[in-house]
């Protein structure tokens, strides 16, 4: 019986992880397609947004890869059977994603400097340096647990790139509210996801009455 009632809780929890990621895929999809291909497509040849990527490209490119690089090994390293049975590979992605996160928040507030996306921006910077530090600190420390709570929150982060950009497919958003506005949109996904994950995190002491 003792058995038993300590496994359901694990696999409950392990069929929440996997719907979980599936549903964070097939959001990555879905905007990567509605939001990037499709937009990008309806623009003519030399629209200004075209150009600008244009200019931007010794910038943009480094800030995509090493979002998209934090992106795929966030579902890895957060995967325990990886993490017990390839405890090398594990710290060698950390590294890796550490890595990213420092070049994808630096060239993020360098592409946006100047421009009226600046102050979400460095924001969202900011909180995804500070969570990401964290993380690797306590992981230095050997203290796992609040590495793991820290690696939540800087991976939250990570996806705001995707879910601030679900947005886009509500035209006013991007055409009648403005950059600044739009920047506000960038600082409300970024706090509201640090709170969704804080409140996953202490779900249980929030939903549980102590004897």
Known sequence: MATSTLRAPSSTRSRFKTILWIFLGLTTLFVFITSEVFLVADYPMYHAYRLQVIADRGLLIPHTLAG?????????????????????????????????????????????SGRPGLPGTSMQAAAWVVCTTAAFITARNRQIIQHRQWMARSYAVTFTFVSSR????????????????????VIAFTLASLLIVDLGLNWHELTTRRS
Not at 98 to 110: R, S
Not at 166 to 184: C, I, K
């Open 68 to 112: 998209i690089f934090a992106l795929l090994i966030g579902p890895i390293n957060f995967s325990s059977r990886i993490r017990q049975q390839h405890l090398k590979l594990h710290r060698v992605l950390g590294r890796i994603y550490v890595a990213c996160v420092f070049i994808g928040a630096a060239t993020g507030v360098a592409l946006a």
């Open 166 to 185: 679900v947005l886009n497919l509500w035209p006013p958003y991007w055409s009648h509210l403005g950059d600044a506005l739009s920047a506000v949109g």
